[in-house]
């Protein structure tokens, strides 16, 4: 018998990537462009990288910015 999911258990990442991937192909089917899973495959495929492409800038981002503060900071000392 699997186990229950408790309330104290976080969702591991692939937990979490599948309910994504689930809400936007629920989503998805409810466009009439749309007429099937090789419809939708392509266009998942791209927001996915689009959506990783913009986590991994903003990782960067934030890392650069807090070299830049990291600096400040040595130089004042």
Do not use: H, Y
């Not at 999911?5 to 937990?15: E, G, I, L």
């Not at 392509?42 to 934030?62: A, S, Y």
């Amino acid at each position: 018998m699997p186990k229950k999911k408790t309330a104290d258990q976080p969702m591991t990442t692939a937990q979490q990537l599948g309910g994504i991937v689930k809400s936007a192909r629920q989503i998805m089917r409810k466009d009439k462009g749309l007429s099937g899973e090789l419809d939708r495959l392509p266009i998942l495929t791209w927001v996915m990288f689009l959506k990783f492409l913009d986590d991994l800038e903003q990782r960067r981002e934030t890392d650069a910015l807090l070299r830049k503060r990291s600096s400040i900071v040595s130089r004042c000392e």
